[in-house]
Every structure is written in C-alpha cells, then in structure tokens.
C-alpha cells in the first residue's frame, strides 16, 4: 500500500491550496484517513481527521480555514486549505489507517509529506 500527496507549493499569506492525497495497492477498506504537518523543530502535529463515514475533526488552529474530505470509491483524502497563514508552512503528510485484506488488521499508512510554504 502507497499513500501519494500532493498539492503542496508556494502561496501568499491570504491564499488557498488544495492536498491531495492517494492510496494505491492492496486495499480491502480505508478507515480513518487524516493529515498532519510538521514544521522545523516542531513535533508532528495532526490537522485533521475524517472517518469513512464523514465525521471529521480539525485542530483549533485551523478550524474555520481548512476542510478535509475524501472520495472512499479513490481512496483519496483532500485537504482544501484557506485564508493561509505564515504559520501554517510545514510539510504536510497524509496519513491513513489501511486493511489490505479480509481477515487482517488494519494498519497506519505515511504519505512522503507534500511542503506547504506560506509567504509574508
């Protein structure tokens, strides 16, 4: 199972960018899906969750700015972001909890992290 992302890149304080992020391989169900971000010399923080059945959670940071998604027929994530602040430059990493087969547990997924950069 891979979890590729994408959609991260340069924008001005103000502006928007929509993650993408999907999963590929030997998939039976995806449960929880979410992203998380890290920023240089802070500890990975989680940004959002989703279950498969839509319930969401966001980090108080940013709730009202950013909405996460997801397409369960692409096993695909989003992370549509607004009103972006300096603050939020991290890097970006998707994260999914996977079962790749009847009668198997499911397990926690990384994406490589997409870099997000929020200019002044």
């Known amino acids: 199972v891979q979890l590729q992302a994408s959609g991260g890149g340069l924008v001005q304080a103000g502006g928007s960018l929509r993650l993408s992020c999907a999963a590929s391989?030997?998939?039976?169900?995806?449960?929880?899906m979410g992203w998380y971000r890290q920023a240089p010399g802070i500890q990975r923080e989680l940004v959002a969750t989703?279950?498969?059945?839509?319930?969401?959670t966001y980090a108080e940071s940013v709730k009202g700015r950013f909405t996460i998604s997801r397409d369960n027929a692409k096993n695909t994530v989003y992370l549509q972001m607004n009103s972006l602040k300096v603050e939020d430059t991290a890097v970006y990493y998707c994260?999914?909890?996977?079962?790749?087969?009847?009668?198997?547990?499911?397990?926690?997924?990384w994406g490589k992290g997409t870099l997000v950069t929020v200019s002044s």
């Open positions: 994260n999914a909890l996977i079962v790749p087969g009847p009668l198997l547990y499911g397990k926690d997924y």
């Open positions: 391989g030997s998939i039976f169900s995806t449960n929880d």
């Open positions: 989703i279950t498969s059945g839509g319930s969401t």
